[in-house]
């Protein structure tokens, strides 16, 4: 499967952005999915997660109550919404694919993750 994140940009804090990752290749609904980002100097780190069906959603605890994760099967995208940014939510965010015969519980370890999209920036200014 294919993935296309967009929708980063440049925003002030306590804004908002909605990415967008789209699938090619396959139906969506064969994948549990990912965002993660990467700030300069630091190492990926997930962000949310949700389960192939859409039932089951997982955050990171510094995104849990800004940021949802939904998900369009029908569409074969997901998507990611972040209200109230922080500059610390300054990164580079990937989408991510993991096959719905994995165990959802790993959606927060990057290594169980089959596919990896390009990535989208995400700058938010204070």
């Known amino acids: 499967v294919q993935l296309q994140a967009s929708g980063g940009g440049l925003v002030q804090a306590e804004g908002s952005l909605r990415l967008s990752c789209a699938a090619s290749?396959?139906?969506?609904?064969?994948?549990?999915m990912g965002w993660f980002r990467q700030a300069p100097g630091k190492e990926r780190e997930f962000v949310a997660g949700?389960?192939?069906?859409?039932?089951?959603?997982y955050y990171a605890d510094s995104v849990k109550g800004r940021f949802t994760i939904s998900r369009d099967n029908a569409k074969n995208t997901v998507y990611l919404q972040m209200n109230s940014l922080e500059p610390e939510d300054t990164a580079v965010y990937y989408c991510?694919?993991?096959?719905?015969?994995?165990?959802?519980?790993?959606?927060?370890?990057?290594?169980?993750?089959?596919?990896w999209g390009q990535g989208t920036l995400v700058t938010v200014s204070s």
């Open positions: 949700i389960s192939w069906s859409g039932s089951t959603t």
């Open positions: 991510t694919a993991m096959m719905n015969s994995k165990y959802s519980g790993r959606i927060r370890d990057s290594a169980y993750y089959d596919y």
């Open positions: 290749g396959r139906t969506l609904s064969n994948y549990h």
